[in-house]
């Protein structure tokens, strides 16, 4: 069970050369008074998670239409710090193409996941906006934007049941990049 101060898209998917393009957050960081709590065989974590966050680009489309995602620069800034930053060229550049996971039907995704951690707290920073200058191909033909993603600071709640020896044998045989991810927001 977790208590998640996080950021949540006000703004719905933006649309670039026909495929939706999202920001995504997910928190690293545990808050203060994290604890467990375990006998035996049953285990229970309670936790409050907050900033840095793993991040990511996820862009969703039709197989066989678009083709990949490059990111070529990010700016942050944050209302209540009044933070401006820009991310290193240098990391970002790299293609994303779009697949379907193996044994699901449905949209293609491309996910660009920018390395390293996004330094930021939702209590404390506020409302952020992400300026993201990408490139989205389709069929050959090239669309590049620039984007805006405005994320508000929320409040949630992640309640997680999970049976480790299911998950393990569920998860024999496949390649990490298969695996059901969860706790994105």
């Known amino acids: 069970m977790a208590k998640k101060h996080t950021y949540a898209a006000s703004s719905s998917a933006v649309r670039v050369n026909g495929a939706q393009v999202r920001m995504q957050v997910k928190p690293e960081g545990t808050d203060g008074g994290s604890y467990a709590m375990s006998a035996m065989v049953v285990s229970a974590v309670v936790a409050t998670m907050d900033g840095p966050f793993r991040w990511r680009i996820e862009a969703t489309g039709e197989l066989g239409k678009q083709e990949s995602l490059v990111i070529h620069r990010i700016r942050t800034r944050t209302t209540k710090t009044k933070r401006d930053e820009w991310y290193p060229k240098s990391h970002l550049g790299k293609r994303a193409d779009f697949k379907v996971a ?36 389709t069929l050959g033909k090239r669309e590049r934007k620039l984007v805006l993603f405005r994320m508000d600071p929320s409040q949630t709640r992640q309640d997680e049941f999970i049976f480790l020896p299911t998950e393990i044998v569920k998860g024999l045989g496949k390649s990490p990049a298969d695996w059901n991810e969860t706790g994105w927001d």
């Open 102 to 137: 193996k044994g699901e039907a449905g949209p293609a995704r491309a996910t660009y996941e920018i390395p390293g951690l996004l330094v930021v707290k939702p209590r404390e920073d506020g409302v952020m906006e992400i300026f993201v200058d990408l490139t989205v191909t």
